[in-house]
């Protein structure tokens, strides 16, 4: 139980571009869900909380035209990278609070996704 | 603010042996949740092992179990019998009661040698 999946796994986009990030909780419903950044080596950077229904909130210095965050299903988060630049290029990794139930404190990760900028 | 400090960059362990990773964290709260999480080379981040900090009992899931000492605010993770599935990254997080983010400490990489 507790599955959490992420679309696409990697991606590769030129410059300019935008790219969306899929994150679905497979085998329960979660208001919230969050997404990070990570980079190499490194821990996991939160970027912002998304909850169901309502506007995302942003850490302090995520600019959130850049990274756009739709939460419009108790089982998906979408995070839409617009203008993608190099600097953009970086593993991006959801998560997801289930609603109730015994591990409702627990956040249970996707499996992340590649992203690369050309 | 809350942090959370894991002093062991790396970490290493010899097949079938026992070894802890540390981790100890600020906080003024009373209320909280800890974490063990690990990250192995697919990156999938994967829980190990939680602990509510109101329980005195400390946290046990099969080989891992933690050392969860409130008074020094510290919450060590010991892994018994280490496999080689055992090596990955390994972040110790912090939730407080109040909110639902995780704070990660900066990980620890441990290598699990045959």
């Known amino acids: 139980g507790a599955v959490v999946s992420q679309h696409p796994s990697w991606v590769i986009c030129k410059s300019g571009t935008s790219v969306k990030i899929e994150c679905r909780s497979l085998?329960?419903?979660?208001?919230?869900m969050f997404w990070y950044r990570q980079f190499p080596k490194q821990s996991l950077m939160l970027m912002a909380t998304?909850?169901?229904?309502?506007?995302?909130?942003?850490e302090q210095g995520v600019e959130k035209d850049k990274f756009l965050i739709n939460h419009a299903s108790l089982t998906l988060s979408t995070l839409t990278v617009t203008s993608a630049h190099p600097e953009d290029s970086s593993f991006y990794i959801c998560?997801?609070?289930?609603?109730?139930?015994?591990?409702?404190?627990?956040?249970?990760f996707g499996p992340g996704t590649r992203l690369l900028v050309l | 603010a809350q942090t959370v400090t894991q002093s062991q960059p790396e970490m290493s362990v010899q097949e079938a042996e026992t070894v802890t990773l540390s981790c100890t964290y600020d906080?003024?709260?009373?209320?909280?949740?800890l974490f063990w999480y690990k990250q192995p080379p697919s990156r999938q981040m994967i829980l190990v092992i939680r602990?509510?900090?109101?329980?005195?009992q400390n946290a046990t899931e099969n080989r891992f179990s933690v050392n969860f000492q409130k008074a020094a605010k510290s919450f060590s993770l010991k892994i018994s019998d280490s496999q080689l599935g055992d090596a990955a990254m390994y972040f110790c997080?912090?939730?407080?009661?109040?909110?639902?983010?995780?704070?990660f400490g900066t990980g620890t990489r441990l290598q699990v040698f045959p």
């Open positions: 906080t003024s709260e009373s209320d909280y949740y």
């Open positions: 998560s997801a609070l289930p609603l109730g139930g015994v591990t409702q404190e627990t956040q249970y």
């Open positions: 997080a912090y939730r407080s009661y109040n909110t639902d983010k995780l704070i």
């Open positions: 602990q509510e900090a109101y329980k005195q």
């Open positions: 085998d329960f419903q979660a208001t919230t």
């Open positions: 998304s909850n169901e229904g309502s506007k995302a909130t942003y």
